[in-house]
């Protein structure tokens, strides 16, 4: 104890079960190895081939680093707890930690709008795409990204930097997250909770606007193409992001319902679990899967390390 407030933290996971430690730990180092390599084959890909130099691809890229940021700010502190044992945080590192996750979380959901503007752009105005997305205006749009979910970020995390914890350093998660931690509060946390709430539901209702208003025009636009072939492959340019974007909104706002009630605790770690690892993990596989231009330029990728090493 230092002036009233505690100085560690003890995560408390999602099990005490040592047979079910075993089987999370081997799920979810396969899970980030996947999640990693996947991301950064994405990211490599869009460096070295010439056909991924496009706006999309460079969102795309952007979004991979995104995605390993997030689950590298979590998942390896987990894996390291649940391997020695160690379940203490120091309270620097879990607000670090806070930090990273809600940062990345956050700038994610603004990213995905602007990919959604992109796609918007490319299919309901083709002939001004270039043009529109130039490099310079991604380039603002990646920072504005940033910005924005910075902006969001810094009130409840100052309110947040101000909690004392006084009665108890038992977090009842598997990572450092807000809602855990105003829980074990001893503070008045009612203006902080709100502001969470507050600050996640501009955030979602932005860039879910923004979505919908994106994919409302595009569907309107490709049922006015006269061939079933035109329909078909604008319709493949967007599947891999409408369903990213269904896995992403889906699980924020599962979390983000009813956030003070605790009997959903152990389920709504479950689902934080799923963000963190499961779709870092199968994203990389849903662009890659349905993309062609994205699996020929891993193909021709894999042919230039083979000659390499021949």
């Known amino acids: 104890m230092r002036n009233g407030t505690v100085t560690t933290f003890i995560l408390l996971g999602l099990t005490d079960d040592p047979e079910l430690q075993v089987l999370i730990f081997i799920f979810l180092s396969i899970n980030y190895t996947l999640s990693v390599t996947g991301n950064l084959t994405i990211i490599t890909l869009t460096f070295v081939d010439s056909h991924l130099k496009t706006p999309m691809y460079f969102f795309l890229k952007n ?9 590298s700010s979590c998942i390896p502190r987990y894996l390291y707890s649940i391997a020695t044992g160690d379940r203490v945080i120091t309270y620097n590192a879990c607000f670090i930690q806070v930090f990273i996750t809600d940062l990345c ?78 829980e074990i509060s001893c503070s008045d946390t009612w203006l902080m909770e709100h502001t969470v709430i507050i600050c996640a539901v501009l955030t979602l209702n932005m860039t879910l606007t923004c979505v919908v208003l994106s994919y409302a025009c595009i569907i309107k636009t490709i049922f006015r193409f006269p061939s079933v072939q035109q329909r078909k492959k604008a319709f493949s340019t967007c599947s891999s992001h409408m369903i990213v974007v269904s896995l992403t909104y889906g699980t924020c706002i599962f979390i983000y319902v009813n956030p003070t009630a ?49």
């Open 105 to 182: 979380g956050v700038t994610e959901f603004y990213l995905l709008a602007t990919m959604s503007y992109d796609r918007y752009v490319a299919i309901c105005k083709p002939l001004h795409y270039m043009t529109i997305m130039s490099s310079r205006v991604c380039r603002i749009l990646i920072i504005s990204c940033w910005m924005a979910g910075l902006c969001i970020l810094i009130p409840p995390l100052i309110l947040g930097l101000n909690l004392k914890f006084c009665d108890s350093n038992r977090i009842d998660h598997f990572s450092c997250d807000a809602f855990p931690l105003v």
């Open 262 to 310: 605790k009997e959903e605790v152990t389920i709504k770690k479950v689902v934080s679990l799923l963000m963190f690892s499961v779709a870092p993990t199968l994203n990389p596989f849903i662009y890659t899967l349905r993309n062609n231009q994205v699996k020929k330029a891993c193909k021709d990728l894999i042919k230039r390390i083979a000659l390499l090493s021949s």
């Open 63 to 71: 979004f991979s680093f995104l995605e390993i940021s997030l689950t």
